[in-house]
């Protein structure tokens, strides 16, 4: 008996000690972020600061690796009520979560107040010339330079050709194997040399290859913990990105050493940030260029892999959904003359219910969680501060999740896109305002061709239907959709 008192008697005091603890440490961590910031014209918005140097890491890491990821923000509206604006401490700093389409859109769309804020790991990979480090007249004359060779009507139309080059023979490789691939995978080296055609031109398929092994290791550092020691994820994609960039240095190189012997040979993006000029008419420097090949290339495959991969599990989750995509496809090919060969970007325009699946499937799917900025001065925005030097994390997961959205946020239903009147920010994948993504009209485009292709010809078989999802970095099934293709008969 006396045994057992005394054991009882252990345990409550490492209870209460842990209790006192908890409690001190979170108080004192609230004290040394909120309260030695001075008197504010305006509260901060509710919320807490979590622990000392980590936060609220715990509790976000916990949750998005579980299956069920949205109960980091519910857990915030339950604590302290749907203000949909709360303060935290996340990836390193003191931050503002917003998470209504209003104030996301009052942040996306409000370049004076809001800079881009991503963590130390995303910008050292970045580096300092990609579009997350430069300032804004840099970003609007970049953005002029490129629009309409990535968006424009004739680049568009123009790209079908080389996305359907690719496409097609590389469904026919994944359908002949006859054997269980890691379908997520393949989209990704499928995307990648599509995206490498546009941006590069034609490049040696062993650079490639290399290319897509190397933004495969820099991935997980993007924000990951900023230690730069063996064992860590980010050491690991720091050594990849020196990799990458003495690639596209030596790909750098070899342009303009073919620029004197072949004049008039097929440009690529690359080609085309090599030629620009400024005011003063200064060409950039190479570390700009790379910069920004860098992240142009890594956003467009994983965006359009991640966004089809997805398209194709959802469709074949619902069968009645898959033979309406499949039919209106079927339709294009009956509809046009024995003469043509491919799509045009006219039949692309002209199909209802594909953009729907594509909409949907970016809404579901998420590919990120949070747009990062931050604020130089403090803001006052919906009767709370912002103050200086805190990030800003607009939430747009937990808007495209919201039921009170999107009824059954869970669910995948393209037809909610039918008429839909949806209010201005309740939809922002790509963000919105001057920095939304210049590539989303190529990304969309891609991903049609491709799954146009695929309902024709093939289906899907994953080994492991509805299985668990990992949610970082991105969301994707645990085994990275292990699965046949099979041709269709």
Not at 212 to 239: D, M, R
Not at 285 to 307: P, Q, V
């Amino acid at each position: 008996m006396g045994l057992e008192l005394l054991l009882w008697s252990i345990v409550a005091v490492l209870a209460g000690t842990y209790v006192f603890l908890f409690g001190f440490l979170r108080k004192l961590n609230e004290w040394y972020c909120v309260s030695r910031l001075g008197k504010k014209q305006n509260p901060l918005p509710p919320g807490d600061m979590g622990w000392p140097f980590i936060g609220n890491m715990w509790s976000f890491l916990r949750a998005f690796k579980s299956q069920d990821p949205d109960s980091f923000i519910n857990n915030l509206i339950k604590r302290h009520g749907r203000t949909s604006i709360y303060k935290t401490h996340l990836f390193g700093s003191p931050s503002v979560i917003v998470c209504s389409p209003e104030l996301c859109r009052k942040v996306l769309t409000d370049d004076e107040h809001f800079l881009f804020g991503y963590p130390s790991s995303a910008t050292q990979l970045g580096g300092k010339k990609s579009l997350y480090g430069i300032s804004n007249s840099e970003h609007r004359r970049l953005r002029r330079l490129t629009t309409d060779p990535i968006n424009g009507h004739e680049a568009l139309a123009l790209y079908i050709g080389h996305i359907e080059d690719i496409v097609i023979p590389s469904l026919e490789d994944l359908a002949g194997m006859n054997r269980p691939i890691k379908f997520f995978n393949e989209m990704k080296r499928i995307g990648f040399k599509v995206i490498a055609q546009i941006f590069l031109g034609s490049t040696q398929e062993s650079v490639l290859s290399s290319m897509v092994k190397y933004y495969t290791e820099l991935f997980p550092g993007v924000l990951s913990i900023p230690i730069n020691l063996p064992g860590f994820a980010f050491h690991k994609a720091l050594k990849a990105r020196k990799k990458l960039v003495k690639t596209i240095q030596a790909e750098l190189d070899v342009r303009r050493a073919k620029k004197s012997m072949v004049p008039n040979r097929k440009k690529g993006m690359m080609d085309l940030l090599m030629e620009v000029e400024n005011e003063n008419g200064e060409k950039l420097e190479d570390e700009h260029i790379i910069d920004l090949l860098l992240l142009i290339l890594f956003a467009g495959h994983e965006t359009t892999a991640h966004t089809a991969m997805w398209a194709i599990i959802y469709l074949h989750d619902h069968p009645e959904m898959l033979q309406k995509a499949k039919e209106e496809q079927e339709a294009i090919i009956k509809r046009r003359s024995s003469s043509q060969k491919g799509l045009t970007l006219t039949e692309i325009k002209q199909m209802e219910y594909l953009p729907k699946v594509v909409d949907e499937s970016l809404r579901r799917s998420n590919f990120a969680f949070s747009i990062f900025r931050k604020v130089e001065a403090d803001v006052n925005i919906n009767g709370y501060t912002i103050p200086n030097g805190w990030k800003v994390l607009v939430w747009h997961r937990a808007i495209h999740m919201d039921p009170n959205i999107y009824s059954n946020p869970k669910e995948f239903l393209p037809s909610r896109w039918e008429n839909h009147r949806f209010k201005a920010g309740s939809f922002i994948p790509f963000g919105a305002g001057s920095r939304t993504c210049p590539g989303a009209d190529l990304g969309k485009l891609e991903i049609s061709i491709f799954l146009h292709y695929f309902l024709l010809n093939y289906r899907l078989e994953e080994l492991n239907p509805r299985g668990p999802i990992n949610y970082l970095p991105l969301p994707r099934p645990a085994d990275n959709c292990l699965a046949r293709i099979i041709k269709l008969q």
